[in-house]
């Protein structure tokens, strides 16, 4: 279905809906680790889960998976590097290539963190079936799949 310039509304705008529920989200998410003593953001906390899940892993492979440009990567590369939370180690390889680990204080604060994502998830979806979920999750996903 084509929306006409005509009828568009704003606030019926999926863009726009999306765009509000992930910036609550990613607030209430960063309130969470904040009210439990963890100085770390959204973008960093999803940043420390991907090489927590890809120990190794490059800043060329990191941004791609984190769907970010290389500066902004770089430069949440380097303050959870100053977190202590990862570190960066020569390649065996090539010596000028960098891989990305977690530390152990990386993987405990990933498990933590880990643990309150996932009750800004659930206290979110309260109310909504895990049918709706699914079917949301398809949506989104086939919508991000249109733009690619």
Do not use: P
């Not at 005509?6 to 509000?20: E, P, R």
């Not at 529920?21 to 009210?35: C, D, G, I, R, T």
């Amino acid at each position: 279905m084509d929306i006409f310039i005509n009828d568009f509304k704003l606030s019926n705008s999926i863009g726009h809906i999306v765009n509000v529920v992930a910036n609550k989200m990613k607030f209430e998410l960063e309130q969470s680790f904040l009210n439990n003593g963890y100085d770390i953001t959204a973008q960093q906390w999803m940043v420390l889960s991907i090489i927590y899940e890809n120990e190794g892993i490059n800043q060329n492979e990191l941004a791609l998976k984190s769907k970010k440009d290389k500066t902004n990567i770089a430069r949440i590369v380097d303050k959870l590097k100053n977190k202590n939370y990862i570190e960066r180690i020569s390649s065996s390889n090539d010596k000028r290539a960098l891989n990305i680990f977690t530390t152990i204080l990386g993987k405990n604060t990933k498990e933590e963190l880990s643990k309150l994502a996932i009750d800004v998830i659930n206290n979110s979806t309260k109310n909504i079936s895990l049918n709706e979920q699914t079917i949301c999750m398809n949506v989104l996903k086939k919508i991000y799949t249109n733009l690619s």
